[in-house]
């Protein structure tokens, strides 16, 4: 949020209440009142209804919490918010099979194939890469627009930041 522009922050968790002790203890007061962000308070994974379209949408830590049909919103809701040029910075627990409850799973963490995250992403007109970048758990992962250049990207972050975020082998 600090390095964001006045009301160019949108944020979406169920529980105000964390919302409310991370301003208090994390951020302050006086950050909300000069940037003015945007919060909603629900558990249905809407993004649409913030009203504007999205340059980046960051989800640390959601999908590993997220039953299936909250996970394929997330992806659904991007694919209709994204710019053109957006991207989704993500990411999930890697596993060898789908978490298949129906229910938000925290504290615990679930897992998902990168197979269905990717089906998930394109039934939404993503693409999807996953990405070298650390965590000692999850998988992190790019989404775009399909036909945005993803491999142009990732060009131009090695050249420009030296770093090479794509797995070895790509």
């Known amino acids: 949020m600090t390095y964001l522009a006045p009301q160019r922050y949108y944020g979406i968790d169920p529980n105000k209440w964390l919302i409310d002790a991370a301003i208090k203890q994390e951020v302050g007061r006086s950050l909300i009142r000069i940037k003015k962000p945007q919060f909603a308070f629900h558990s249905d994974g809407k993004m649409t209804g913030f009203g504007t379209q999205f340059d ?7 999908l590993t ?23 989704v910075v993500a990411t999930f627990l890697r596993g060898e099979s789908d978490y298949d409850g129906a229910e938000w799973a925290y504290p615990d963490v679930i897992p998902y194939r990168l197979e269905t995250m990717t089906r998930w992403a394109s039934e939404a007109g993503l693409q999807l890469q996953v990405i070298r970048w650390p965590h000692r758990a999850q998988t992190y992962f790019v989404a775009a627009r399909t ?15 030296a770093m090479q975020l794509l797995p070895s082998g790509i």
């Open 65 to 87: 919490h997220a039953a299936p049909t909250l996970a394929r919103t997330f992806f659904m809701e991007a694919g209709k918010v994204l710019t053109p040029n957006g991207l």
């Open 56 to 62: 980046f949408i960051h989800a640390h830590s959601v």
């Open 147 to 161: 036909g945005f250049d993803l491999s142009a990207l990732f060009d131009e972050i090695e050249r420009t930041y």
